[in-house]
């Protein structure tokens, strides 16, 4: 049984930086592209970053530069690297992984992803 379990998620201020990071259970990172999305309150689920199997990154444009995703092969762990944090940041960050390998670079697309954790709180305020 796949399980995806995220942490790092937390309350920080405007201009900080966390870092997320996420655990799989029945399943090898490095085989499969990973996703990150996130969901404020009231909006649809975006996509905020991913990586692919053989380790290209991928980002929301409006993430570029702020926002960093690798990969530990060896922990089998995915993070996301969130820095100068802003307080539209906030929201519940999920990291995603596919079933079965694809092609393409359709990364942002949610139906790419089989399985998701349950999602770590992220609150960016002062």
Do not use: H
Not at 37 to 63: H, N, T, W
Not at 76 to 99: F, G, I, W
């Amino acid at each position: 049984q796949v399980q995806l379990v995220e942490s790092g998620g937390g309350v920080v201020q405007p201009g900080g930086s966390l870092r997320l990071s996420c655990a799989a259970s029945g399943l090898t990172f490095s085989r499969y592209a990973t996703g990150w999305f996130r969901q404020a309150p009231g909006k649809e689920r975006e996509f905020v970053a991913a990586i692919s199997r053989s380790g290209a990154m991928y980002y929301a444009d409006s993430l570029k530069g702020r926002f960093t995703v690798d990969r530990d092969n060896a922990k089998n762990t995915v993070s996301l690297q969130m820095n100068l944090l802003k307080p539209e940041d906030t929201a519940v960050y999920y990291c995603a992984s596919e079933r079965f390998p694809e092609l393409g670079r359709n990364y942002a697309y949610t139906g790419r992803y089989a399985y998701w954790g349950q999602g770590t709180q992220v609150t960016v305020s002062s």
